[in-house]
Nanobody
């Protein structure tokens, strides 16, 4: 059973900020790049941001300049700082190990709901 636990979501007004956290097991964290994904209502899950073991990052065009992914190797935790949030960022956000832009594991955590609305 893969451990992936997301937290930090909530309701925020447009232009606001949230920081999401995801913890996983040390064995996964040490070996894999980690990605944040999201699924908006009626849409497929998409990759939002990814960070390699060494800290290199990549972002979807829709969030570049607004979101920042980071990782704390001592805590086996990956973060997603989301600024200047827009209503179209509303989704359930998930984390997973990532390989070439695809989730490594078929099992997912419960995710954390982000709702951007006035």
């Amino acid at each position: 059973q893969v451990q992936l636990e997301e937290s930090g979501g909530g309701l925020v007004q447009p232009g606001g900020s949230l920081r999401l956290s995801c913890t996983t097991s040390g064995s996964i964290f040490r070996l894999y790049a980690m990605g944040w994904y999201r699924r908006a209502p009626g849409k497929q899950r998409e990759l939002v941001a990814v960070i390699t073991v060494r800290g290199s990052t990549n972002y979807a065009d829709s969030v570049k300049g607004r979101f920042t992914i980071s990782r704390d190797n001592a805590k086996n935790t990956v973060y997603l700082q989301m600024n200047s949030l827009k209503p179209e960022d509303t989704a359930v956000y998930y984390c997973n190990a990532d390989r070439a832009g695809r989730a490594v594991f078929d099992s997912w955590g419960q995710g954390t709901q982000v709702t951007v609305s006035s």
